[in-house]
């Protein structure tokens, strides 16, 4: 049997989106057989603590991501490949979070994308 792996796990740290708890997933997915899982919630990491703790119960290997919404309506999924691209990721998330906050804007939770300063020259 050649090994499977789930890229797009939502937890129910994405609203309305999934409905599970992280370490449910994890759990079940080990059950299943899965080799590996990748936990991906929207426009957040909320989810990869709790997923984290029970994937290294179980042994099962865990991506850490994230489901960028942009507010245009893309989306994009990303898994960092080292701390030093966590970090960046976490950042961007902070500085979107913070643009949307700062427009007073509400809805779907979607992500202001951060224009780089050099953009702007």
Partial sequence: MTPYAELDVRSN???LEGAS?????????KALGV???GVADRNSLAGVVRAHAEAKKQGLR????????FTDGAELIVY???RAAYGRL????SIGK?????????????F??????????
């Fill in 13 to 15: 740290f994405s609203f």
């Fill in 21 to 29: 708890h992280p370490g449910e997933l994890v759990f079940t997915a």
């Fill in 98 to 110: 913070s643009a949307i906050q700062d427009s007073g804007a509400v809805g779907d939770g979607g």
């Fill in 80 to 82: 960092p490949r080292d």
């Fill in 35 to 37: 080799a590996a899982m």
């Fill in 112 to 121: 202001k994308p951060a224009a780089p300063e050099a953009a702007n020259d």
């Fill in 90 to 93: 976490c950042r961007l998330l």
């Fill in 62 to 69: 865990l991506l850490v991501g994230c489901r960028l919404r």
